[in-house]
């Protein structure tokens, strides 16, 4: 959540989905209760969770499907690489979720 915007904060996060789907982003991984709403405009592969834990097992879970997938591509330049970018204001300290998933932690809890 970024929750220095003010008043304008929940619009924002809304318009922020909206620009990520328009980008041409395939998922969303959002954390807190206004970032909900940037989920929500997002829409089709979109999530929201309220802790860092559930959202770096989150990641990591899907990390490991795109990794099997990229091993059972004939090529791997053939194969579709994955992009993260995590951005959260100071205050969502998403650099826990960075840390986490560098760190392997949460790894034999992901689902």
Avoid: W
């Amino acid at each position: 959540d970024m929750r220095e915007l003010g008043a304008d904060a929940e619009a924002l996060h809304a318009e922020a989905g909206r620009r990520a789907k328009g980008a041409g982003i395939t998922r969303l991984y959002a954390l807190g209760a206004l970032s909900a709403a940037a989920a929500e405009t997002f829409g089709s592969g979109a999530r929201n969770f309220d802790t860092h834990a559930q959202l770096a097992q989150a990641l990591r879970a899907d990390l490991q499907l795109a990794a099997e997938g990229i091993a059972a591509a004939e090529s791997a330049a053939a194969a579709e690489l994955p992009v993260i970018l995590v951005k959260g204001s100071r205050g969502s300290a998403m650099d826990r979720v960075v840390d986490a998933l560098l760190s392997g932690e949460g790894a034999a809890h992901a689902a």
